[in-house]
């Protein structure tokens, strides 16, 4: 049959007795609404009786094929959802035969789809004329690239800082190391940028005088130890000081000889030549009086006490409740650190009258009569550094450093100066471990490893524990490795190791530049000494990389009230 005579045939026919549909100028089909649609409109069945079924069979009796690309082998309006809700009126369903068509896509691979240019979460961006492989079963979290020469790359995440597991983790809002008052005056806000950028060439050192004694090292802790004959770490009472420096009575002595212009202990020094590595919240009281700075801490600051994995990607964090795995929280964990750093400076020298070396003078914090433990192995060195510039009058600074025992050199047999520091292991499975490795079956065969891990989670305690020891002009710094005899229980230890290493050796394996640091010393001292005398408080942003540098009033932080130990996070500091 021709159009001519199928256009005759519709035309004689009445209306009912034919299939076709006559001409009409109403906005409804046999009483249902009809809305035209364009010709890039896709168009599908009506109506898919045989797509699915209530257990999940097709009209045939067959199981649906859920394969990977079932998703893009539907057809626009399948389902039982059909488009229109009434029925064809009088139509014979099988007479119909529907043209669609499907979707395509290029795939490579198990269902990765090649995508080219930028975007947020769906596909990553594809930059210098590399194309980015997206994984669509992973939410468009991580995204893998390859270069012209068909090497792997890790494609950009969006400026996200984790993978894609870490989508769902609540932002870190730290509280503030000190309580800022409104009667402050906001001087300086520095970023890290910044800082970073400083550069001041000091030189050596000279050694100005050297207080207290020490006792030999023991080698025999340089050895590994047998499985089952671990070390244990006991505590030992012995008297340490961490005087600061406004307190110090040789320092005190110093200023009064004009020996410098700035004054510091080497805990508060090296912290702030190593605050672009910082990632906790701390403060520094600095002292202006007349022509000398006095850089100072408050009694129980922060910065006393010894950080475990603080920059580590996931670094602890506090427990929401309070009390789940309460001895992982990072206040628990620096308490620990700061007990097991005390004892095996303690434990790892042989403390006798015939291996003692004196200095000079006594232990200047030491009272007999006052005292009921014996002092610790301990020299306090006061040292002086020039920090001038070819410009200017010379300006100059006194720290105290410390040295913790010392030990002759097999060569030579000469006695060289050491520093005792100890890194701890808490849980290498545990949230804050931060990729630890397992200490116990790999620091012998994978020494390297484990250092390394340690430099990149504990980067800011470790460059302090350099910067000290190059301060002190110690010729070796020896670190420990403590573990938990048991993860779930922090009051019992093992050491299971010690590794020496020469500071500025150590230094240039970590890029520690004792440039950049005496530079932000020297920019922070300035920014003091433009101003009249005072006191000035610097504060690490809890959750930035930024210091701010206040004026507080004279009285502030002289008596241990309640204002020196309340946080606060205001709106500056979030």
């Known amino acids: 049959m021709d159009s001519t005579s199928l256009a005759d045939l519709i035309a004689v026919l009445p209306d009912g007795d034919g299939w076709g549909p006559t001409t009409t100028t109403e906005t409804t089909l046999n009483g249902v609404p009809y809305a035209p649609f364009s010709k890039g409109d896709k168009l599908g069945r009506m109506a898919d009786w045989t797509a699915d079924g209530k257990d999940g069979r097709d009209g045939r009796g067959g199981r649906q094929q859920y394969n990977r690309n079932y998703r893009d082998q539907q057809i626009y309006g399948a389902g039982s959802a059909a488009l229109f809700t009434a029925p064809v009126a009088e139509a014979d369903e099988n007479t119909f035969s529907v043209v669609s068509r499907e979707p395509t896509k290029t795939r490579y691979g198990r269902g990765a789809v090649f995508t080219r240019g930028r ?174 700075i006095f850089l100072d801490k408050r009694d129980n600051a922060t910065l006393d006490m010894v950080t475990v994995n603080e920059n580590a990607a996931d670094a602890p964090m506090e427990a929401s409740d309070g009390t789940k795995d309460g001895i992982n929280q990072p206040t628990a964990l620096s308490e620990e650190a700061t007990y097991i750093n005390h004892n095996f400076a303690n434990q790892v020298v042989i403390e006798s009258e015939s291996s003692k070396v004196n200095m000079p003078n006594d232990n200047p914090f030491y009272n007999e009569a006052e005292e009921t433990e014996p002092p610790a192995s301990k020299v306090y060195k006061y040292r002086k550094f020039d920090l001038s510039t070819s410009d200017e009058e010379p300006m100059y600074l006194v720290v105290r450093t410390e040295i913790d025992a010392v030990q002759k050199n097999v060569s030579n047999g000469e006695d060289q100066y050491l520093t005792l520091k100890a890194l701890n292991e808490f849980d290498s499975k545990a949230q804050g471990s931060g990729g630890a490795l397992d200490w116990r079956s790999k620091l012998v065969s994978q ?128």
């Open 119 to 292: 975007g947020q979460r769906g596909a990553s961006q594809a930059r210098g004329g590399r194309t980015t492989l997206q994984r669509p079963g992973r939410g468009g979290q991580q995204g893998y690239g390859y270069d012209s020469r068909g090497g792997r790359y890790n494609a950009p995440r969006g400026g996200r800082r984790f993978g894609w597991k870490d989508y769902d983790k609540p932002a870190r809002n730290r509280d503030a190391s000190i309580n800022i008052k409104p009667e402050w005056q906001l001087l300086e806000e520095i970023d890290f940028n910044r800082l970073s950028k400083l550069n001041l060439d000091a030189d050596e050192g000279e050694d100005l005088d050297s207080y207290g004694f020490l006792y030999y090292y023991d080698r025999a802790h340089d050895k590994p130890p047998v499985k089952s004959a671990e070390k244990r770490l006991t505590a030992i009472d012995r008297a340490t000081y961490n005087v600061t420096t406004s307190s110090d009575p040789v320092i005190q002595e110093l200023a009064e000889r004009d020996e410098a212009t700035i004054f510091a202990t080497d805990s508060i020094l090296s912290m702030l030549m190593c605050s672009t590595r910082s990632v906790y919240p701390w403060d520094l009281v600095i002292i202006r009086q007349g022509n000398k």
């Open 447 to 574: 020494r390297g490893a484990v250092v390394a891990t340690e430099m990149k989670n504990n980067s800011v305690k470790l460059a302090r524990w350099t910067v000290q020891s190059i301060l002190a002009k110690a010729d070796l710094m020896k670190l420990g490795f403590v573990s938990r005899a048991n993860p779930k229980s922090n009051d019992k230890h093992v050491i299971l190791g010690v590794i020496g290493w020469k500071p500025r050796d150590f230094a240039n394996q970590m890029n520690l530049s004792l440039s950049n640091g005496w530079g932000i010393v020297r920019t922070i001292s300035d920014m003091c000494l433009k101003r009249e005398e005072g006191k000035f408080v610097l504060v690490k942003d809890p959750n930035k990389s930024i210091l701010r540098l206040y004026e507080v009033p004279a009285g502030s932080f002289d008596d241990d009230g309640e204002d020196e130990t309340i946080p606060e996070t205001d709106a500056g500091d979030n």
